[in-house]
């Protein structure tokens, strides 16, 4: 797999039928390593190592319905208060991060009402702030840590 734009994470891999995986801690199991996957799981390790994110309020791969249409998000950080405080949008590398993306994960937020939302394709990570009041989003230079 590619270098990425993250620090560098120790992993745990298995080969199975030809298959390489690379283990979920939110999940707790194996995933096979698609590209995408890789991005999101050193997205994972960013969040718990660099910004100190609790795993137990982290969230990975779950359906949510929008517009009857069945959709699911990467990364989800829930508040303490089960509320959402991020959603993570990952994209493999060579996925050029566009309009798109950002209309993508808007959606999304229209039924989770996060406050923060974060883009990226392990190269490139774009951050954002709600402004609920203005329906627009404030780019960030980065997340805050957690600090609760």
């Not at 996957?37 to 949510?64: A, D, M, T």
């Not at 959709?71 to 050029?96: F, H, M, Q, W």
Request: charged residues 25%; positive net charge; proline residues 3%.
């Amino acid at each position: 797999m590619q270098n990425l734009n993250f620090h560098t994470y120790n992993f745990r891999f298995k080969n199975s039928e030809n298959k390489v995986s690379i283990f979920d801690p939110i999940r707790k199991k194996f995933i096979v390593l698609q590209p995408e996957e890789w991005v999101r799981q050193h997205c994972i390790q960013f969040l718990i190592q660099e910004k100190g994110y609790p795993k137990s309020l982290i969230n990975v791969e779950k359906e949510l319905i929008i517009n009857s249409l069945k959709k699911r998000y990467d990364i989800v950080v829930y508040n303490t208060d089960g509320s959402i405080y991020l959603i993570v949008e990952c994209k493999a590398p060579k996925i050029k991060i566009d309009q798109h993306s950002f209309d993508q994960i808007a959606r999304y937020n229209l039924k989770l009402n996060a406050t923060y939302l974060m883009v990226t394709n392990g190269l490139n990570h774009y951050y954002c702030q709600m402004d609920f009041d203005k329906e627009r989003y404030i780019f960030l230079k980065e997340i805050p840590d957690y600090n609760k």
